[in-house]
Structure formats: C-alpha cells, structure tokens
C-alpha cells in the first residue's frame, strides 16, 4: 500500500479521515489491489479490525487480532507472515470503508 505518500505532506490534519489505493496481495481476498479503502485516524482499534500500522519502518495495512496477552497484525493471504505487537502504539487508524475506482455499488462499510 502507498500509505507513504498518503501521509507524508498532503496536509491532512491529524483527525482527519483518508484515502490510500491497496497494492499487494497481502488481504486478499477481503481486500483486491486497486481498492481504495478510507482510514479514520481516530477510530475505536479492537480485535478483527482492519488498520493501518507504522512497523518497522513501514506502514503496512492488517487486520488487527488479540492473542493471549498481545496483539497480531494478521494478513488474509497466508502466504505472508502475522506481525506481533507489545500494545496498539503502532496503529495509526482503522478502515472503516473500501470501495472499487469508478464501481459505486462496491462499496462496503467497517463499522
């Protein structure tokens, strides 16, 4: 996802919702390359959301699940690996809507 850019310098203020392209093929099949999917800054982070994470370096989009006394950042795809997490410091919204460019009715809501 090219979540950089998005949050580098376009000026969104810090509560202000967003919108980033999906690449990759990391949650599929919830979530096809070329979606846009809108973040909220500020949204409620619980078990089964989907977030957006700054990991090692990197914004890296997952979903959001609890183990034990932790937290993972899980793909859908199985082919990549779960990233544990000490607490949820690291994630830096929820999505909380997805959407195909041009398709209107592929809309699909997070909360």
Do not use: H, T
């Not at 310098?9 to 919702?17: L, P, Y």
């Amino acid at each position: 996802m090219d979540a950089a850019a998005a949050l580098g310098d376009v000026g969104c203020g810090g509560g202000e919702s967003f919108a980033l392209r999906v690449l990759g093929q990391s949650m599929v099949p919830e979530f096809a390359e070329g979606e846009i999917i809108i973040i909220e800054p500020e949204g409620l982070a619980r078990d089964g959301s989907y977030v957006l994470a700054w990991v090692a370096d990197e914004w890296i989009f997952r979903q959001l699940r609890r183990r034990g006394d932790g937290w993972v950042l899980c793909a859908l795809n199985p082919a990549f690996a779960d990233i544990g997490l000490d607490d949820l410091a690291a994630v830096r919204g929820v999505v909380i809507q997805k959407a195909l460019p041009g398709r209107r009715r592929a809309s699909k809501r997070y909360i």
